[in-house]
C-alpha cells in the first residue's frame, strides 16, 4: 500500500490538533518517519495540504451571509440550519442591492448560492 500526500497531511494534521504542546516532537517524528520511508519528495504537496486544511478550520469559525435587505432573525436562523452551522458560529450579515432575492453564504470555505438568480439559472439548465 503506497501512501500519499494528502493521507500524511491529514495524520500530521490530527496529531497537532491532538497534542498541540507537542508540536516540536510530533513535526521532528513525522519528518524522521518520512525520511525513513522516502516520502521526502510529497513534503511540498503535503504542506499545500496543510494550509488548505488550516484555512478550511479558520472558514468554519463564522457565517457569511448575502442578502438583498434586512432579515429577521428567524430567517437568519433558517439559514443557519439549512447549512448545518455549529451553534456558537459568528454569523456576519452584508446587505448587497444585486442580490435580487435569497441568500448568498459562505461557510466553511464553501459557497451556497441560494439566491433567485442562480435558481433561476438553475432551472433553465435543467430544461435544456
Avoid at 84 to 90: P, S
Avoid at 107 to 118: E, P
Wanted: proline share 2%.
Amino acid at each position: 500500500m503506497s501512501i500519499n500526500s494528502t493521507q500524511l497531511a491529514k495524520s500530521l494534521y490530527q496529531s497537532l490538533a491532538v497534542n498541540p504542546d507537542k508540536e516540536s516532537q510530533i513535526v521532528d517524528n513525522f519528518l524522521k518517519y518520512c525520511k525513513s520511508k522516502g516520502l521526502q519528495s510529497l513534503l511540498p504537496r503535503v504542506v499545500w495540504h496543510l494550509e488548505r486544511m488550516s484555512t478550511r478550520e479558520s472558514f468554519g469559525k463564522s457565517l457569511d451571509i448575502i442578502f438583498h435587505c434586512k432579515q429577521s432573525e428567524e430567517i437568519v436562523d433558517t439559514v443557519k440550519s439549512y447549512i448545518n452551522t455549529a451553534e456558537d458560529t459568528k454569523v456576519n450579515i452584508t446587505i448587497d442591492e444585486n442580490i435580487q432575492g435569497g441568500f448568498v453564504a459562505k461557510y466553511a470555505g464553501k459557497i451556497y448560492d441560494g439566491s433567485i438568480r442562480h435558481q433561476l439559472q438553475r432551472a433553465k439548465q435543467l430544461m435544456g
